[in-house]
Structures are given as C-alpha cells and as structure tokens.
C-alpha cells in the first residue's frame, strides 16, 4: 500500500473492525432477539464467566459503564459522604466523578514522569483520618506500580479500586489487571481494546461479598424479586453488549498481539526522535490502549501532522486538578508539575489492530522529520 501526505490516516477506525465482524456480530445480535434477553440474561452472564476468566479473577459483574463499575467499586470498599480517595489527576474525568458521587473528596497526587501513572512514593504524605481508598488508574493500558500501592494500602487499612478501563489483557508481575486490588473497573466503551457496540463496563474481583454487594446494587439495590434490601441504581449491562463482547472476545487475543507488534513498530522507528515515550516495564505486559508520544510544542505538531494526512488525538489536555468541575479542590497550578507536563505535551498517535505496518512506517517518519532527530 503507498502512504502519501495526501492520504488520511485515521486516529481510529471504527468502521473497519465492524466490517470483518458483520456475520458474528449480526449471529449474535440476533440470537438475543430470539431469546428477547434484552437486559442482562444469558449472554450477558456467559460474557461475565468468559471476562473473568480472562481477568484470573472469581467474579465479574457486568454493567452499563466503566463509570458505573467504579462507582459500585468504591461503595462496596465503604466510601461515603466526607471520606478521601487518593488517586491520579492525569486521567479521564470519570475517575474523580465516581468518587464524588459517593461523596467522599478526591485527592491528587502526582505521577512518575517515566510512566504517567501514579507515583508510589508520593502516596503515603496524602493520607489523612479520612482517607477510605486509593485508585490507580493503569493509564493507556500500562498497569501501575501495584506492589507498593497495595503495600501502603495494607499499613493503612485502605481498600484499592483498579481503574483498569483501558487496561484489558495487561499483566503485572505475571498478574492480570482485574486481578490486583480489591476490585477493579473496566469500560467497554466503542474504542476500547475490548469494546462494547454502545457503553458497557464491568467489575471484577476475588471477594465474594463485593461481588455479591455490585449484583444487587446495579439493579436496584435488589437481592430477590422485588426484595430491595437497599437503594441501589439501574447499572444493569444490555443483552445486546453481552452478545458482542462475546464476539470480540473470541478475536482478542490476536487483536492484542497486533497492538504489541505496532507499538514495537513506533519503537523502533521512532527510536532517537526528540520525543519521549512512556516507560514499559520489562517484567510486565502494556495492553496499549493508545500509543503516546510526549513532544514540545505539541499543538504545532499536531497541526502539521494533519497537513500530512495523519489524525492524532490528546488524553488528556488539562489534568483534572485544572478543570473547572474541581476548582473546589483548591490544587493551584504548579502543584503537580509532572502531570502537568505530561497533559501539556502528549499526542495520542493512530494505533488499532487494522493499521497497516505502511501507514505505521509514514506516521513515524513523518513525525521524526517535525520534531527532529538526536
């Protein structure tokens, strides 16, 4: 295939991917027509074994969000009105969200530049009285430092909630994400590496009694038929979603050795480039969600890649200490320097398992002609 500057390559292509699935997806979709499991039902509990499985964990509760998951996940660790979270503010906004909604405050601590996520040894200065929990957010499928997070946490007495919603697949230490806390949230949204035809989510665990306290809290707080033992919320996951994870799932293997084969790729090639990479660990296994790159003067980049022909994305432009929702945090600028350098710099690149190694090679040389080389 020939790659010119006037060909877009597009950031993700969602279109492509339904394509080679239509006869799975449409066999499925139907089935759940036939059985009429629009809410929950059948496929949606084979869906829940089979993402456990994958996850190494006992339970796997299926839900409507990725959001939803950490909500319930938070709640089943007992936080509520007046408590402290401590987690990262280089992520999506959902992350601090699922801690307000409990009513408890977030709290933000810095990030390891190497790797964008949150910085264990910066930790334990934030805990208080009031802090319930921390969060780690395994960002762009790269899993945090877990160790001594869960260390720090077992001192504590804190519970950890994985935010493990871009990080389907990804190992630590031999261990899966999912499996590393107390709990752990994954999204099923469209562009996810495992990715629902709509929102999904899920929450996984080895804890019969969180397992137990999710299932009936995302329908209604309901234990039995009609037999409400609490308020809950309506969490529950669609038939339709159960049906297609399904379907994904059977292709996810190979879809995530393609993305470990591209992300070598942009390596190599991009090797010696003025750019900055995120860290990988070499006992450990990046799901690569997105392939990141940090540069100067990113929005010039930007522009002049799409000149040539190249879509880029940004997660995240503005760290979530410096958005207007949580000003009431009172976390001035300056105060966390390395998520703010890394919000201020990043470029998510095109990267999907239907990238071909062609558009890879004119991506990267493309951008190593713009930033320059060492």
């Known amino acids: 295939m020939n790659v010119s500057a006037t060909t877009v390559v597009p950031y993700f292509d969602l279109k492509a991917e339904?394509?080679?699935l239509r006869d799975e997806v449409l066999a499925a979709l139907d089935r759940v027509c036939r059985n009429a499991s629009f809410i929950l039902g059948e496929e949606v509990e084979a869906f829940e074994k089979q993402f456990a499985a994958l996850c190494e964990t006992k339970h796997c509760v299926a839900l409507n969000?990725?959001?939803?998951?950490?909500?319930l996940g938070l709640l089943a660790l007992g936080v509520q009105h007046g408590d402290e979270v401590i987690t990262t503010t280089n992520t999506f906004l959902a992350t601090a969200e699922a801690i307000s909604y409990c009513g408890a405050r977030p709290v933000f601590v810095d990030i390891d530049p190497a790797t964008a996520n949150l910085d264990p040894k910066l930790i334990e200065r934030a805990i208080t009285r009031a802090t319930k929990a921390i969060v780690p957010v395994h960002l762009y499928g790269r899993v945090a430092d877990m160790d001594p997070i869960l260390e720090i946490a077992s001192r504590h007495h804190l519970g950890v909630l994985?935010?493990?919603?871009q990080a389907h697949g990804a190992r630590y230490r031999g261990r899966r994400a999912g499996s590393l806390g107390h709990a752990a949230a994954f999204s099923f949204y469209p562009t996810k590496n495992l990715g629902a035809y709509g929102e999904g989510g899920a929450l996984t665990t080895n804890d019969d009694r969180i397992a137990q306290f999710a299932r009936a809290a995302r329908t209604h707080g309901q234990t039995g038929r009609y037999e409400h033992e609490f308020v809950g919320y309506n969490y529950r996951m669609e038939g339709f979603q159960g049906a297609v994870l399904q379907v994904k799932l059977k292709h996810f293997a190979e879809a995530s050795a393609r993305r470990e084969e591209l992300a070598r790729a942009y390596r190599r090639l991009l090797a010696g480039a003025h750019l900055?990479?995120?860290y990988d660990d070499p006992r450990d296994e990046c799901a690569y969600h997105l392939f990141v790159v940090y540069v100067?003067?990113?929005?010039e980049v930007r522009s002049q890649l799409a000149d040539r022909g190249i879509e880029t994305a940004v997660h995240y432009p503005r760290p979530i200490h410096l958005q207007p929702a949580y000003a009431d945090c009172g976390v001035p600028q300056g105060t966390l320097p390395h998520s703010e350098r890394a919000c201020n710099r990043v470029i998510s690149l095109p990267f999907y398992p239907g990238l071909h190694a062609e558009q890879v090679e004119y991506i990267a040389n493309t951008l190593r002609e713009i930033v320059g080389v060492n």
């Open 296 to 299: 100067e003067r990113r929005d």
């Open 162 to 165: 994985e935010d493990a919603c």
């Open 18 to 20: 339904y394509a080679s």
């Open 65 to 71: 969000s990725g959001t939803s998951a950490l909500h």
């Open 276 to 278: 900055n990479l995120p």
